[in-house]
């Protein structure tokens, strides 16, 4: 019975998707060429699990012939599993033919097709559980309210949400702010959208985990292991949703249904539950995923969801601003004698006595004490400040140190959020996080204007100042110990950062004292300390400790890596790097692109394709994922020569780290203004332009060493 509706279903599609191929062959001609935009991977769903690219109508065409030997028909469960798989497939061209001729079928709220680099982006928030798991609700809740109510309960727990169908309509309804930023991605309202997060998971084992596209069974083993993904499929679930659902499950993906006729369920497959109230905690029974409670004394929800969440002018009660007045976040370490654990005071007006609208000042010193506590660890905890802060619902904050900028909502100061929560929270967040090492903490947050210039003056500046020049001497060479993250490895199962002070790691979230306040907070973690007492070559920054270190972190994948080179033994990049760098054969340099950077390259390829070209914990020399911290480093390809290899940036990166890679050019080279010699897309993304342009300025990478 529930076999052959899945049979059904799928046999339905597929004559849908056929006649869809042909109509379209008959109007474009099959040399049309066919694609999702921003992906290295053409139809990403097709070319993971067959290795073929499918770019024009007509290979579309031969590609649903080898679709149809999935879907074979005996009536055992792996055939209708199989043809699920095949059902997804079908959906994928379905989609794909949508995006013919650079349309964009999919407007506000919907996503449809998401780019690779929300998915390098999600990196990092998987492997650390930020983001536990990934929700995809499909069809139409039985009412609105319980359709919502469930997705802010995945919200509230950090989960994504993808919506398909119905569930749209009604999220709109009842005005559900929604967004990536939110975690909560409404694909689309044909069912056949619920391939774009199928696209998703299926990337990731591409991007991170190093799958051969083709070979099915690791990939289907990598979905299932690796990718924490579940259903949830409302009735009335017809024969077409029930073969997606088989494709889903054949991903290992639980489907959960409150669906009652005609469908038998299959154990901690396809998973019956009447009331949708129970969907949450079924869904994450089924998918064994365990969620972080953080229960913190305020008015507003705190979750990493609101992490990204945005308050405009005009929904602001009042903001702080450190680009206008003085402002300042500061960690302080003191004697245990001077702390009263969970003191906090305000000293100045409370938001009720702020002029509605208005910029003020603020200034929060978060005092801490504990036997393991050391003063390098000060600016880790505060930098997680941005973090905690944003995670508050109904509030926004950018920027560090002196500079930061919040918003309170008119909503949260409606249900009573106060200055004095931000106390709170900074409090129970520190002592949650760093309990290794904080054993007590107090703050104390001024909102009086006198008072804040006092503190960011007299107290906060004269901080940060000795700190930069303790960063400044921070070298390779003036530290005992590197250290290594394998925090990726969730993902990445080889893939080894090397964390050095002049190099952190490639997603730019992990400096070298990140990792050692990791390794002191959690000593069996993620970061382990790596001696480097037996140099091999210095200029490649080769040592016998590095060796052995990343031979047993990545279980004898990697022999031998070198810190400084990107041509002989480079690191290995996961695949949420914040930059690319590649070779560029005709000037003798490399380009650095960011994910953000949606633009062409003069190395003929978008970020996603130069991306595409490395990642999984592999090497590949010639292309190297980094930090955008790294690149004002004296240890950037120190091996080839440095800095001065760089030839193209992407303009608004150039922008971001031209102070400090300018710097960085005089010291070594004594060049001035080194970036205004670095092209960048207004000056030329092809090759013999970029040439042109660097021979006129003299770009010293033109008369260095061939690097190949
Ligand atoms: Fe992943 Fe490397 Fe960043 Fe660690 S330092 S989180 S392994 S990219
Ligand atoms: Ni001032
Ligand atoms: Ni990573």
């Given at each position: 019975?529930?076999?052959?509706?899945?049979?059904?279903?799928?046999?339905?599609?597929?004559?849908?998707?056929?006649?869809?191929?042909?109509?379209?062959?008959?109007?474009?001609?099959?040399?049309?060429?066919?694609?999702?935009?921003?992906?290295?991977?053409?139809?990403?769903?097709?070319?993971?699990?067959?290795?073929?690219?499918?770019?024009?109508?007509?290979?579309?065409?031969?590609?649903?012939?080898?679709?149809?030997?999935?879907?074979?028909?005996?009536?055992?469960?792996?055939?209708?599993?199989?043809?699920?798989?095949?059902?997804?497939?079908?959906?994928?061209?379905?989609?794909?033919?949508?995006?013919?001729?650079?349309?964009?079928?999919?407007?506000?709220?919907?996503?449809?097709?998401?780019?690779?680099?929300?998915?390098?982006?999600?990196?990092?928030?998987?492997?650390?559980?930020?983001?536990?798991?990934?929700?995809?609700?499909?069809?139409?809740?039985?009412?609105?309210?319980?359709?919502?109510?469930?997705?802010?309960?995945?919200?509230?727990?950090?989960?994504?949400?993808?919506?398909?169908?119905?569930?749209?309509?009604?999220?709109?309804?009842?005005?559900?702010?929604?967004?990536?930023?939110?975690?909560?991605?409404?694909?689309?309202?044909?069912?056949?959208?619920?391939?774009?997060?199928?696209?998703?998971?299926?990337?990731?084992?591409?991007?991170?985990?190093?799958?051969?596209?083709?070979?099915?069974?690791?990939?289907?083993?990598?979905?299932?292991?690796?990718?924490?993904?579940?259903?949830?499929?409302?009735?009335?679930?017809?024969?077409?949703?029930?073969?997606?659902?088989?494709?889903?499950?054949?991903?290992?993906?639980?489907?959960?249904?409150?669906?009652?006729?005609?469908?038998?369920?299959?154990?901690?497959?396809?998973?019956?539950?009447?009331?949708?109230?129970?969907?949450?905690?079924?869904?994450?029974?089924?998918?064994?995923?365990?969620?972080?409670?953080?229960?913190?004394?305020?008015?507003?929800?705190?979750?990493?969801?609101?992490?990204?969440?945005?308050?405009?002018?005009?929904?602001?009660?009042?903001?702080?601003?450190?680009?206008?007045?003085?402002?300042?976040?500061?960690?302080?370490?003191?004697?245990?004698?001077?702390?009263?654990?969970?003191?906090?005071?305000?000293?100045?007006?409370?938001?009720?006595?702020?002029?509605?609208?208005?910029?003020?000042?603020?200034?929060?010193?978060?005092?801490?004490?504990?036997?393991?506590?050391?003063?390098?660890?000060?600016?880790?905890?505060?930098?997680?400040?941005?973090?905690?802060?944003?995670?508050?619902?109904?509030?926004?904050?950018?920027?560090?140190?002196?500079?930061?900028?919040?918003?309170?909502?008119?909503?949260?100061?409606?249900?009573?959020?106060?200055?004095?929560?931000?106390?709170?929270?900074?409090?129970?967040?520190?002592?949650?996080?760093?309990?290794?090492?904080?054993?007590?903490?107090?703050?104390?947050?001024?909102?009086?204007?006198?008072?804040?210039?006092?503190?960011?003056?007299?107290?906060?500046?004269?901080?940060?100042?000795?700190?930069?020049?303790?960063?400044?001497?921070?070298?390779?060479?003036?530290?005992?110990?590197?250290?290594?993250?394998?925090?990726?490895?969730?993902?990445?199962?080889?893939?080894?950062?090397?964390?050095?002070?002049?190099?952190?790691?490639?997603?730019?979230?992990?400096?070298?004292?990140?990792?050692?306040?990791?390794?002191?907070?959690?000593?069996?973690?993620?970061?382990?300390?790596?001696?480097?007492?037996?140099?091999?070559?210095?200029?490649?920054?080769?040592?016998?400790?590095?060796?052995?270190?990343?031979?047993?972190?990545?279980?004898?994948?990697?022999?031998?890596?070198?810190?400084?080179?990107?041509?002989?033994?480079?690191?290995?990049?996961?695949?949420?790097?914040?930059?690319?760098?590649?070779?560029?054969?005709?000037?003798?340099?490399?380009?650095?692109?960011?994910?953000?950077?949606?633009?062409?390259?003069?190395?003929?390829?978008?970020?996603?394709?130069?991306?595409?070209?490395?990642?999984?914990?592999?090497?590949?020399?010639?292309?190297?994922?980094?930090?955008?911290?790294?690149?004002?480093?004296?240890?950037?390809?120190?091996?080839?020569g440095g800095i001065e290899r760089i030839v193209w940036m992407p303009k608004e990166l150039k922008e971001t780290v031209a102070e400090r890679l300018n710097k960085t050019a005089k010291e070594l080279y004594g060049i001035d203004n080194f970036t205004d010699m670095v092209g960048d897309e207004t000056i030329a993304t092809d090759p013999e332009a970029l040439v042109e342009f660097l021979t006129e300025k003299g770009h010293p990478a033109l008369s260095m060493d061939p690097m190949m």
């Amino acid at each position: 019975m529930l076999i052959d509706r899945i049979f059904n279903g799928n046999d339905a599609v597929y004559g849908l998707t056929v006649q869809a191929v042909d109509g379209a062959i008959a109007q474009h001609g099959a040399d049309k060429a066919v694609g999702f935009p921003h992906t290295a991977y053409c139809l990403p769903c097709y070319y993971a699990v067959t290795g073929v690219k499918v770019k024009t109508l007509g290979e579309m065409k031969e590609a649903l012939g080898v679709v149809k030997t999935l879907m074979t028909r005996e009536q055992q469960l792996d055939d209708a599993l199989m043809s699920g798989v095949a059902t997804a497939l079908c959906a994928e061209f379905i989609e794909a033919l949508k995006y013919l001729d650079g349309a964009e079928p999919y407007s506000e709220p919907c996503y449809g097709h998401l780019a690779d680099s929300i998915i390098r982006e999600m990196g990092v928030p998987l492997v650390t559980g930020d983001i536990p798991g990934v929700a995809v609700i499909l069809g139409s809740a039985p009412t609105a309210k319980e359709g919502v109510d469930l997705i802010k309960s995945y919200q509230a727990q950090g989960i994504l949400v993808t919506l398909v169908g119905g569930i749209i309509n009604q999220a709109q309804e009842l005005g559900l702010k929604m967004g990536y930023n939110v975690r909560i991605v409404p694909l689309g309202k044909d069912v056949t959208s619920v391939i774009h997060v199928v696209s998703v998971a299926l990337r990731a084992a591409l991007i991170f985990g190093n799958v051969t596209p083709g070979d099915a069974a690791s990939l289907l083993t990598y979905t299932k292991d690796r990718v924490p993904a579940f259903v949830n499929a409302f009735k009335p679930v017809d024969d077409v949703i029930l073969a997606a659902g088989a494709g889903a499950i054949k991903l290992g993906f639980p489907v959960i249904t409150n669906e009652d006729e005609n469908v038998e369920e299959v154990p901690g497959a396809l998973i019956g539950c009447a009331n949708v109230a129970d969907f949450n905690k079924v869904s994450l029974e089924a998918r064994n995923i365990k969620i972080k409670i953080t229960k913190i004394d305020i008015p507003v929800a705190f979750a990493s969801a609101f992490e990204g969440e945005i308050i405009r002018r005009k929904d602001m009660q009042v903001e702080f601003d450190g680009s206008r007045v003085d402002c300042a976040e500061l960690v302080q370490t003191r004697d245990m004698s001077e702390v009263e654990d969970h003191k906090i005071t305000v000293v100045g007006p409370e938001v009720d006595e702020m002029e509605f609208g208005s910029k003020n000042s603020i200034a929060y010193v978060v005092e801490v004490a504990g036997k393991k506590m050391q003063p390098d660890f000060e600016p880790v905890i505060e930098r997680k400040f941005h973090n905690y802060i944003n995670c508050i619902e109904g509030v926004y904050h950018t920027g560090q140190r002196d500079m930061q900028r919040i918003r309170i909502s008119i909503e949260a100061f409606n249900a009573g959020f106060r200055i004095k929560h931000i106390g709170e929270v900074l409090y129970s967040q520190v002592k949650n996080e760093f309990a290794a090492v904080v054993d007590k903490c107090q703050v104390t947050i001024y909102t009086d204007p006198a008072e804040c210039t006092r503190i960011r003056h007299e107290v906060a500046i004269p901080v940060f100042d000795k700190r930069d020049e303790r960063l400044d001497n921070l070298t390779d060479e003036s530290v005992d110990v590197y250290y290594s993250c394998i925090l990726c490895q969730a993902f990445s199962p080889s893939h080894v950062c090397v964390v050095t002070p002049e190099r952190l790691g490639l997603c730019g979230a992990v400096s070298w004292l990140d990792a050692k306040a990791t390794n002191q907070l959690d000593p069996a973690g993620p970061c382990q300390v790596i001696t480097k007492e037996r140099p091999i070559d210095e200029n490649l920054g080769s040592y016998e400790d590095v060796d052995e270190a990343v031979r047993k972190f990545s279980q004898g994948a990697l022999e031998h890596v070198t810190l400084y080179s990107i041509m002989q033994d480079p690191m290995t990049s996961c695949g949420c790097f914040e930059c690319i760098c590649g070779i560029e054969p005709f000037s003798n340099g490399v380009v650095i692109a960011n994910r953000e950077y949606a633009g062409m390259t003069p190395l003929g390829m978008t970020f996603p394709e130069m991306a595409s070209m490395t990642g999984g914990g592999v090497q590949t020399p010639g292309f190297m994922g980094h930090g955008k911290h790294f690149i004002s480093s004296k240890k950037f390809m120190k091996a080839e020569g440095g800095i001065e290899r760089i030839v193209w940036m992407p303009k608004e990166l150039k922008e971001t780290v031209a102070e400090r890679l300018n710097k960085t050019a005089k010291e070594l080279y004594g060049i001035d203004n080194f970036t205004d010699m670095v092209g960048d897309e207004t000056i030329a993304t092809d090759p013999e332009a970029l040439v042109e342009f660097l021979t006129e300025k003299g770009h010293p990478a033109l008369s260095m060493d061939p690097m190949m």
